[in-house]
């Protein structure tokens, strides 16, 4: 028997770690640390992320439809821990972490953090009550990257991003590349040319 | 202006990597890499996975409603890519990974993959098309861990695992952990206790 049968449950890892932002007319914004978070569709691109009716945040998605996402760097790894935590009825946390809000693209209210590398604007599309946790699915409808992943070319260097990862109770940091999508099937000189993102060697398809 | 505005897209990152398991009477097993999974409830533990209709796994993952998320590890990223990039019409992938199918707890035929660290047997609740994708959003009703993560007291090394994420195009593996959940509030002899499971240094709280 090679496996040791556990109880079920969320044993899915690594998860995102992020921090999603809301806000409501004349209140100060919210913040919400997830890793119950997750890309479901790329043509619209949409995302879902799950959230327990009894958090503050609940309100706020459920009666304005839009929220942020933050992408989280290891340095934003302690402030997260700490959103998480804390709940946006006793405490102002953008204010907490020392994070400033930015305006983000297509969102009403909802703020981006500026301290994030990237951030994704949503509009709530679906809201599906699952049991302790209700599902948003929603529209990705803007995008941003922090100035300093841009490249010379303009192209976006998302490795300079140092993401965390959430992975069972623990944040992790991102290592090295193990390889780009499509290393396993590529051509020689295509490999060569991208070896400094691929450690592993492409499978011997026999 | 912190942020360049870019197409709205997938950008949410890192995301999981898995292997997801199907089969169907009289059939070989199938297999298909994704990254658009992710943890969607707590109780009862459920997750979504995200497939095109045009992919061989979709017919499966419809017709049996059931699958198998089997975790990867940095040393099955490889064969990770390249399942992603083939197809189940033309391959037997479980033969073209060398990997061995094993039982998995409550599923009628979708089998584990006994290289595997961890799996998850997932029955589909709900079908959700959404566009490129459809979303499969299951309750876990088994799961399993690799013997070799058990310690000698029977606690879960998941440390040992080695799992890959995905993030922007590319497997990574992860590196050191940078907290636990709640060590930003952490009391200090919890902190002391587990100080190898923390680089950061808890948020000055204000």
Chains 1, 2 share one sequence.
Not at 2 to 7: D, E, G, K, R, Y
Not at 42 to 53: D, E, H, W, Y
Not at 173 to 196: I, K
Request: aromatic share 8%.
């Amino acid at each position: 028997m090679a496996f040791v049968p556990l109880n079920p449950g969320t044993l899915l890892a690594p998860t995102p770690v992020v921090l999603v932002s809301t806000a409501r007319a004349g209140e100060r914004p919210n913040l919400i640390t997830l890793a119950w978070t997750g890309i479901v569709c790329s043509k619209p691109p949409m995302v879902s992320i799950s959230v327990r009716q009894e958090r503050y945040s609940y309100g706020l998605l459920t009666q304005t439809g839009e929220f942020v996402i933050n992408l989280v760097s290891e340095d934003m790894v302690p402030w997260a821990d700490l959103c998480g935590v804390k709940s946006g009825r006793d405490v102002d946390k953008f204010a907490l972490c020392g994070f400033d809000a930015e305006t983000a693209g297509q969102m009403k209210l909802a703020p981006a953090i500026r301290q994030s590398p990237a951030y994704l604007g949503c509009r709530v599309e679906r809201t599906i009550p699952l049991g302790s946790h209700t599902m948003f699915v929603a529209e990705v409808v803007s995008t941003g990257v922090a100035e300093k992943l841009m490249d010379e070319s303009g192209k976006v260097r998302f490795d300079r991003a140092k993401l965390a990862a959430y992975s069972h109770g623990m944040y992790m940091s991102l290592h090295e590349p193990q390889g780009f999508f499509g290393f396993s099937v590529a051509r020689p000189e295509v490999l060569a040319r991208r070896s400094a993102e691929t450690r592993k060697n492409p499978p011997d398809q026999r």
